[in-house]
C-alpha cells in the first residue's frame, strides 16, 4: 500500500516535471517546421554563428545561460538536419557496414534531450534511440567550443555511435572524435580538441590521471577540461563499474607478502577444515534421521560457519525442515544472550568464513595449528597499552622511549601483515571460485566481473587478495604492485562541471544516484506504448530442476520458431547452459561480453524466427535486437532470465531487450533455492513454509505474484547492502580526492608556469622559515642548535658558511630566516647565470614535479597500508573511516613539507648540463671542503624505509679534505635530466639534438 502510495506521488512528481518541459517541445518543433524553407547553407551556418556568439561570453554559467534561450532553436536544427538526411536517403558507413540514415527525433526524445541538457538522467526503455537523443545536447552545449564528452560502455559502441552520429555533426558543421583504447597520445589530444568526444569511461579516466599525474609538459597532456558529459548506461558505468577504481600501477619497489610462505599451511588448514565439515554434515544428517532436529540444525549452522559452500550442506538446504532447522539455529545464536555460546560454536572450527560480509576469522585451533609454538602470532598486540606502560616506565629516558615505542609499532606491523595474509588466502580458497569469480589465463588469474561476466585483464583485486588467489592457483604471484596514479570513477565524473546520464534503468537507483552524483531521475515515456508481457517468476526447488525446465522453455520456443535470448549472470552460468542445449542438439549462440564488435552483431540478429541466443547482462548491450519477418505473429522475442540477479534494475535491463518500440514480446525469470540470491538473502524461512503448504514435489514448480515480492524483498536488501559499500568506498576515497586535487593542482600549476623559478622562490620562502624555526627556536642548547642547523644549511646549500660568518646569535629567528633566503636565492642565481634559460625553465619544472611524484607515489602507497590498517582497528571499537581521515591528514602536512624540502635539497643538485654545473662550482668560495659527514637532515627521510636511489653519479666536489673543523659541502650530483641519446631530442623541449643543445660539451 505504502509502496502504491509513494509510487503514485513519485511518478506525478515526473509527469510534473515532464509537463513543464512540454512547450519547450512544441516551440522546437515550431522552429523546425520554419527551418524547412531554409537552404542546407543557412542551417548549417546557425552553427557557426552561435558559436561565435558563445565565443564572446567569458563565463561558463553565462554561456550555459544562453544556450537555454537558443535551446528550442538548436534542438530544431539538429532535427530538421536529420530529416533532410532521412529524406535524402542519405548512405554512409558505419564499422565498416553501410548504413542509411532512417531517423527523425521523436517529440519524447526531444524531451529526453532537454532533460540531458539540464544535468539529469533520462531513463528511456531500451530501443527508444538514446543515441540520437544525446545529438540534440551535445550539438547544444558544444557551441560553447570548449569540448563535451559522451562516455559509452565499451570500445565498439564509443566507435559505433561516433560514426553514427558523425553524421549528423558532420552536416551541421561540427567536429567529432573518437577515443579508443590503443591510440598514441598525439592522436587522442587531437580526438579531445574535437567539438564532441566519445569514448568509454575508463579511457577518460586513465587519460585523466595520466594527464595529470604523470605528464610533465602540457605538451604530453591530451585532455581539455570537464565542461559537461553525457553518460550512456549510466548505471552500469556509475553503479556497477564504480565498484573498482582505475589504477595505473607499477612494480612496487618492495614486496613484503608470504602468501607461497603460507599457502601449504593453509591449504592443509582448509583441508582438515573441509574434512571437519563433511564429518559434522554427516552427523547432522543421522540426527535428523533420528528425529533430533534441533541438533542437527545446531550441527548444519556449523558447518555454515566453517565451509558455506559444503556440498552436502548445499544439498540439506534444499530439503524445508532441514532448511528450517538451520535458520532457526542460526537465528537464536545470533541472540545477544547467547554470544558466548555462539563464540564457543566457532572455536570447534579451525576458522570462521562470512559469505555474505567476505570476512573469515581463525579461532584458537586454527592458530595453534599454523603456529604451533606462538599461537598469539596471529593476534594483534594490545599497541595501546604497552605504549601507556612504556610511558609511565620512569626508568626510560625520552629517547628510549621513542625507540621501544618504534619496536613496538614495527612488531605490530608484523603482526597485521601476516594476520591480513592469512585471512586473504582464506577468502581465496573458501570464497573465491574459478571460472566464477575468476578464470586462469596465460598463467594469470583474470578477474571476471560478477556482474556483466565480463573479464577484466589488467585490473586486480586490492589489499593483496589477487596475490592470494594467484598463490592457491599456483600461478606466479605478481609482484605487488604500487598504486601510481588511481582515482574512482564516482570521483573522474564528479569533476564535470555538468553531468547527464541516461539509461533503460535508473529509477530503482534514483536515491543513490542523487546522493552521490546529485543527478535527479526523469522517467521519459515510450513513443509507442509497451506492449510487453512479464510472466510471474518460477520457483524450483533445486538448480538442476530450474535449469531442465529452461531447457524445455528453449526447446518449445525453438520447435515454434519463437526466438529467445537467454540472460545468464555469470559465464560459467552461460556455458553450463550451452552443454545441455548442445546434448539436446538446439543450436545456440553464446555471448560473454569479450569480443564486443561480434557479439553486437550476434545479438543483432537475436530477433530472427528460431534463434536462441545466451547472454551474460552485459554482453550486446546496446544494439538493437529488430524482429525477424513473422515473428510479431509468434509473440516477438522471449527473454528467460535464469536466476534473479542481486539487483533488480540488471533484471529490468534484461527484460527490456524484447518489446521494443511497441514490439510484441514476453519474459520469464526462472529461480530455485539454491541461488545465492537465495541462500543468502532470500526470505528462506518463508518460502519454505509456503513450500510446505504446497507440498512441493521433486520437478514441480511454485508460481505466484507473492513470491515474486519474496525475491524483489530479497534483492532490495542486497541493492541497500551493496550501495552501503559503495558509498563506504567512496567515503575513504573523498579523503584521497581532496588530497589529490591539491597535488594535482601543484603539478598543474607547475607544468603550466612560465616561470617556474617563482615557484620555486616560493618553496625556499614557505620552507627556509620553517627550518630556521624548527632549528633555532627550539629550547635546548643554543650551541647545539646552531652547530646542527649550519650542518642543515651546508649540506643542503653551497653556502660554505661558517659559525663566525653566519653570526646567527645576532640576529633573531625571523632575521635569521630572511638573512638565509637572500644568501640561497643570490647563490641560486649565481648557479643558474650559468646555463641556459630555457633549459633552467625545464630544470625547474622538473625538480618541482619530480619531488612531486616520487613522493606523492610514496604516499600513495602509505596510504594503501593505511587504509589495510584502519580495518584491523575496527576490532578495537573504532570508527576505521575517522581515524583514516586524521592520519591521513597528518600525513598529507608531511607529504607536503617532505616534498618542498626535497625541492631545497635537490635545487642545487641538479644540473640541465654538467659543464655548466662545473663552471658553477669553479666560482664557488674556496672554503667549500669536507668535514665528517653530516648526517643526513630529516627532510629527506623516506616514508617507510622506501627511498629511490639518486640518479647518476655522484661527484666529490671541492678540496681535499684537509683541516678540521672546515665545512664543505658534499654535493651528490643528480642528473635530473633523465638519461638522454646523445643524439636523441633534447628533453628540455628546445627541439634540437641532445648533443647540440644542454648535452653540449662545451
Ligand atoms: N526517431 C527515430 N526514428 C526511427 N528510428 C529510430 C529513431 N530513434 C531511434 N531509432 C532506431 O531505434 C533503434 C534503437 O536505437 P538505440 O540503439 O539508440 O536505442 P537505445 O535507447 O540506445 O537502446 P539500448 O538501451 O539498447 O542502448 C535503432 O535501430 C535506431 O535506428
Ligand atoms: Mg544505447
Request: aromatic share 8%; with cysteine.
Amino acid at each position: 500500500m505504502v509502496g502504491w502510495i509513494l509510487k503514485k506521488i513519485l511518478g506525478s512528481k515526473n509527469q510534473r516535471e515532464l509537463k513543464r518541459l512540454m512547450p519547450i517541445v512544441h516551440r522546437t518543433n515550431e522552429f523546425d517546421e520554419q527551418f524547412k524553407s531554409l537552404s542546407d547553407e543557412a542551417l548549417r551556418a546557425k552553427t557557426a554563428i552561435w558559436k561565435e556568439e558563445l565565443a564572446q561570453i567569458p563565463e561558463l554559467e553565462d554561456q550555459w545561460k544562453r544556450l537555454d534561450e537558443i535551446l528550442p532553436e538548436a534542438f530544431a536544427v539538429v532535427k530538421n538536419a536529420a530529416r533532410r538526411l532521412k529524406d535524402r536517403q542519405d548512405t554512409f558507413t558505419v564499422c565498416d557496414q553501410p548504413m542509411k540514415w532512417d531517423m527523425v527525433h521523436f517529440d519524447v526524445q526531444l524531451l529526453g534531450g532537454i532533460v540531458l541538457h539540464r544535468g539529469r538522467i533520462a531513463e528511456m526503455a531500451t530501443g527508444e534511440g538514446k543515441t540520437l537523443v544525446a545529438t540534440l545536447p551535445l550539438y547544444l552545449n558544444a557551441l560553447t567550443g570548449r569540448g563535451v564528452h559522451l562516455v559509452t560502455v565499451n570500445d565498439y559502441l564509443a566507435r559505433r555511435d561516433a560514426e553514427w552520429m558523425g553524421r549528423l555533426y558532420d552536416f551541421l558543421g561540427l567536429t567529432v572524435g573518437c577515443i579508443q583504447h590503443d591510440q598514441e597520445p598525439d592522436f587522442r589530444r587531437e580526438q579531445y580538441a574535437m567539438d564532441i568526444t566519445y569514448g568509454t569511461n575508463s579511457e577518460f579516466g586513465f587519460d585523466y590521471l595520466r594527464d595529470n599525474g604523470m605528464a610533465t609538459t602540457r605538451e604530453q597532456q591530451v585532455q581539455r577540461g570537464y565542461y559537461y558529459a553525457i553518460v550512456d548506461e549510466v548505471d552500469s558505468i556509475l553503479i556497477d563499474e564504480a565498484r573498482t577504481p582505475l589504477i595505473i600501477s607499477g612494480p612496487a619497489t618492495i614486496s613484503t607478502h608470504q602468501y607461497d610462505k603460507w599457502k601449504p599451511l593453509i591449504e592443509q588448514l582448509v583441508r582438515k577444515q573441509n574434512m571437519l565439515c563433511n564429518r559434522l554434515a554427516s552427523e547432522a544428517l543421522e540426527k535428523f534421521e533420528q528425529g533430533d532436529v534441533e541438533t542437527g540444525g545446531r550441527l548444519m549452522f556449523k558447518v555454515k560457519l566453517g565451509q558455506p559452500r559444503n556440498k552436502q550442506l548445499l544439498r540439506m538446504m534444499e530439503d524445508p525442515d532441514k532448511r528450517r532447522a538451520v535458520d532457526k539455529a542460526e537465528l537464536s545464536f545470533y541472540q545477544d544472550t547467547r554470544k558466548e555460546e555462539l563464540f564457543a560454536l566457532k572455536e570447534e572450527l579451525f576458522f570462521t568464513i562470512d559469505e555474505k560480509s567476505n570476512e573469515s576469522d581463525l579461532s584458537e585451533q586454527g592458530r595453534n595449528f599454523l603456529n604451533p609454538d606462538d599461537p598469539n602470532a596471529f593476534v594483534l598486540p594490545d599497541l595501546i597499552n604497552e605504549f601507556t606502560e612504556i610511558d609511565l616506565d620512569p626508568s626510560l629516558s625520552q629517547e628510549e622511549k621513542d625507540k621501544r615505542k618504534a619496536e613496538r609499532q614495527q612488531h605490530c606491523d608484523a603482526q597485521a601483515e601476516r594476520i591480513h595474509n592469512i585471512s586473504q588466502l582464506l577468502r581465496a580458497y573458501c570464497l573465491f571460485e574459478k571460472d566464477v569469480q575468476y578464470v586462469i589465463e596465460e598463467n594469470k588469474v583474470v578477474i571476471v566481473d560478477e556482474f556483466t561476466g565480463r573479464k577484466m585483464p589488467g585490473r586486480r583485486w586490492s589489499d593483496g587478495l589477487h596475490q592470494a588467489v594467484e598463490a592457491k592457483e599456483g600461478v606466479q604471484i605478481d609482484r605487488e604492485t604500487q598504486t601510481l596514479a588511481t582515482i574512482t570513477i564516482q570521483n573522474y565524473f564528479r569533476l564535470y562541471q555538468k553531468l547527464a546520464g541516461m539509461t533503460g534503468t535508473a529509477e530503482t537507483e534514483a536515491a543513490e544516484f542523487h546522493d552521490i552524483y546529485k543527478l535527479d531521475v526523469n522517467v521519459i515515456p515510450t513513443n509507442r506504448p509497451v506492449a510487453r508481457k512479464d510472466h510471474n517468476d518460477r520457483i524450483y526447488k533445486t538448480r538442476r530442476e530450474k535449469y531442465s525446465a529452461v531447457i524445455n522453455e528453449i526447446r518449445d520456443c525453438h520447435t515454434r520458431e519463437q526466438p529467445v535470448l537467454v540472460g545468464t549472470v555469470s559465464v560459467e552460468a552461460s556455458e553450463l547452459l550451452s552443454r545441455m542445449l548442445k546434448r539436446e542438439k538446439i543450436p545456440h549462440n553464446v555471448l560473454n561480453a569479450k569480443f564486443h564488435m561480434q557479439e553486437a552483431e550476434i545479438v543483432s540478429r537475436a530477433g530472427q524466427p528460431g534463434t536462441v541466443t545466451i547472454s551474460t547482462n552485459m554482453a550486446g548491450r546496446g544494439t538493437d535486437i529488430k524482429l525477424g519477418a513473422s515473428v510479431a505473429d509468434r509473440g516477438g522475442l522471449f527473454v528467460i532470465g535464469t536466476e534473479r540477479h542481486e539487483a533488480r534494475r540488471i533484471d529490468r535491463q534484461l527484460r527490456g531487450r524484447c518489446a521494443r518500440q511497441g514490439d510484441p514480446g514476453s519474459s520469464r525469470f526462472y529461480v530455485s533455492f539454491e541461488d545465492d540470491l537465495m541462500r543468502n538473502f532470500g526470505a528462506a524461512d518463508r518460502m519454505t513454509r509456503i513450500m510446505e503448504r504446497f507440498g512441493l514435489e521433486e520437478g514441480q514448480e511454485l508460481e505466484h505474484r507473492w513470491l515474486n515480492k519474496s525475491v524483489e524483498t530479497a534483492q532490495k536488501r542486497v541493492e541497500q547492502r551493496n550501495y552501503l559499500i559503495r558509498k563506504r568506498t567512496l567515503d575513504f576515497d573523498d579523503v584521497m580526492n581532496m588530497q589529490r586535487e591539491v597535488v594535482y593542482t601543484y603539478r598543474n600549476e607547475t607544468i603550466e608556469s612560465e616561470e617556474p623559478r617563482a615557484l620555486i622562490y616560493e618553496v625556499i620562502d614557505e620552507a627556509v622559515p620553517a627550518k630556521v624555526q624548527e632549528y633555532l627556536a627550539a629550547e635546548r642548547d643554543e650551541e647545539l642548535n646552531y652547530t646542527g642547523f649550519l650542518n642543515w644549511v651546508n649540506t643542503t646549500f653551497p653556502l660554505g658558511l661558517t659559525k663566525e660568518k653566519a653570526q646567527f646569535e645576532t640576529r633573531s629567528v625571523d632575521e635569521n630566516a630572511q638573512f638565509l633566503i637572500g644568501k640561497i636565492k643570490d647563490a641560486y642565481e649565481r648557479k643558474s647565470s650559468h646555463e641556459e634559460p630555457s633549459a633552467v625553465k625545464s630544470l625547474e619544472r622538473y625538480i618541482i614535479l619530480n619531488a612531486i611524484d616520487r613522493l606523492w607515489q610514496e604516499h600513495l602507497y602509505a596510504m594503501d597500508a593505511l587504509r589495510e590498517g584502519v580495518y584491523l582497528r575496527g576490532y578495537a571499537q573504532k570508527d576505521p573511516l575517522i581515524e583514516y581521515k586524521t592520519e591521513a591528514y597528518d600525513m598529507f602536512v608531511e607529504l607536503m613539507a617532505n616534498i618542498k624540502n626535497e625541492v631545497l635539497h635537490n635545487l642545487f643538485r641538479s644540473t640541465s648540463n654538467l659543464q655548466a654545473f662545473e663552471n658553477f662550482l669553479a666560482t664557488l668560495p674556496q672554503f667549500l671542503m669536507r668535514e665528517h659527514a653530516p648526517t643526513a637532515p630529516t627532510a629527506n627521510a623516506p616514508a617507510r624505509g622506501r627511498q629511490l636511489q639518486p640518479v647518476g653519479a655522484m661527484a666529490a666536489v671541492g678540496g681535499d679534505g684537509d683541516g678540521a673543523g672546515e665545512m664543505t659541502l658534499d654535493l651528490p650530483i643528480r642528473r635530473s635530466m633523465p638519461k638522454v641519446g646523445r643524439n636523441e631530442p633534447c628533453p628540455c623541449g628546445s627541439g634540437k639534438k641532445y648533443k647540440n643543445c644542454c648535452g653540449r660539451v662545451a
